[in-house]
């Protein structure tokens, strides 16, 4: 069993940034595809970034040029950098891994952002 717990969210001012991390338990991390979506209130939950076991990354337009997701296999750890920050950016953001088809979530962290 996977257990994802994140971390790094708070309140920022707009054009700010925040870095966030989601630290995974288990020994599959570094063969897992990983992600961050989020979900503002109101809103379905959208997809924000992704990196597969190879280091490949997609974005949603929405934050391209804006953020960036790494990883760290070693501290099994994926992170999200989030620079220029925007209101419109305020949401509760969640990590995933996906491991042979089965999909692992956090439990949120808070993002807010303020004009």
């Known amino acids: 069993q996977v257990q994802l717990v994140e971390s790094g969210g708070g309140l920022e001012q707009a054009g700010g940034s925040l870095r966030l991390s989601c630290a995974a338990s288990?020994?599959?991390?570094?063969?897992?595809?990983v992600g961050w979506s989020r979900q503002a209130p109101g809103k379905q939950r959208e997809l924000v970034a992704v990196?597969?076991?190879?280091?490949?990354?997609n974005y949603a337009d929405s934050v391209k040029g804006r953020f960036t997701i790494s990883r760290d296999n070693a501290k099994n750890t994926v992170y999200l950098q989030m620079n220029d920050l925007k209101p419109e950016d305020t949401a509760v953001y969640y990590c995933?891994?996906?491991?042979?088809?089965?999909?692992?979530w956090g439990q949120g962290t808070q993002v807010t952002v303020s004009s």
């Open positions: 288990g020994s599959t991390f570094s063969i897992s595809g």
């Open positions: 995933k891994q996906t491991t042979w088809g089965r999909v692992y």
């Open positions: 990196m597969n076991s190879g280091g490949g990354t």
